[in-house]
């Protein structure tokens, strides 16, 4: 038997199960004990990989930062600014689709108590994809002069809400809903107005 193999696999049952229990209860809302039962171990256990919950909570930050990555990095393969902002939008749905429980952890509570520097350091570089983009569309003319860090909140503040509408009705975000709101939020970073259609 690997043991290397059992311990990642005991480490990312671990993980799975304070996931779940995260994006249900939030990490706060989460007691350790709960985590193992979930897991299925001692509490014991879980210390063996995390020495505290806040290392617990990191980690699993991480993850889902990580796995968030690949689906943004889509854009940057794009031919405009344009298009680029229009495959991250998607890269998004897919990774809230895909990821469910990573994506209502990210999205739907706060972190800042506990993330440590490496946590933020990954989530800023998240950022920076979008944030090279917008930048990118502002020196192009094609994207509005302002702040790009607020035109990043608004592009993820309308996703988180459409998201939210979905999930208060109790069902998954479509292809359709995601290609419905591209052009709309597309327009609220343009520097001009005239109608086009999405690709």
């Not at 193992?36 to 020495?51: D, K, L, Q, S």
């Not at 617990?56 to 889902?64: I, K, S």
């Not at 998201?163 to 052009?183: H, M």
């Amino acid at each position: 038997m690997n043991i290397h193999s059992v311990t990642t696999g005991k480490r990312e049952t671990i993980l799975a199960a304070a996931r779940a229990l995260f994006a249900e209860r939030t990490f706060a809302g989460t007691p350790m004990p709960l985590v193992a039962e979930r897991a299925g171990i001692g509490v014991g256990t879980i210390y063996r990989y995390f020495p505290s919950k806040e290392a617990l909570g990191n980690a699993v930050f991480q993850d889902a930062k990580r796995t968030l990555y690949a689906y943004l990095a889509v854009g940057e393969q794009a031919t405009s600014v344009r298009d680029g902002m229009y495959a991250m939008w998607r890269g998004l749905a897919a990774f809230a689709r895909e990821h469910s429980e990573a994506f209502a952890f990210l999205e739907h509570q706060h972190h800042g108590a506990y993330l440590d520097a490496d946590s933020l350091a990954l989530s800023a570089r998240n950022e920076e994809i979008s944030l090279h983009l917008i930048r990118l569309g502002q020196q192009a003319g094609e994207v509005r002069d302002g702040d790009p860090g607020m035109f990043l909140a608004l592009v993820l503040g309308a996703f988180v809400g459409l998201d939210k509408a979905a999930r208060s009705a109790c069902r998954p975000l479509t292809d359709d809903d995601i290609e419905a709101s591209a052009g709309p939020v597309w327009d609220l970073l343009r520097a001009t107005s005239p109608k086009e259609s999405a690709p």
